[in-house]
């Protein structure tokens, strides 16, 4: 069963529309899967995903602006 939590940031500036910043969501164990930042448009200008291995160390983050991943 995957089940995907997630928190979402809003800012408001004056009498202006809430804005939403960023959205995250996590793995059913706590783990930060996805970050979702700069809403515009209807959607998210950059998407981040984060791999973990089997202890729980994270391996590799990346999105299209960029890739890292562990030495091992």
Do not use: P
């Amino acid at each position: 069963m995957l089940l995907i939590l997630g928190r979402f940031g809003f800012h408001q500036v004056n009498e202006q529309l809430e804005v939403m910043l960023y959205k995250l969501e996590y793995n059913e164990i706590g783990q930060l899967k996805r970050k979702l930042l700069g809403w515009e448009n209807g959607s998210f200008l950059t998407d981040i995903a984060y791999r973990y291995n089997g202890r729980g160390w994270r391996v590799s983050s990346g999105s299209s602006e960029f890739s890292q991943g562990a030495a091992l």
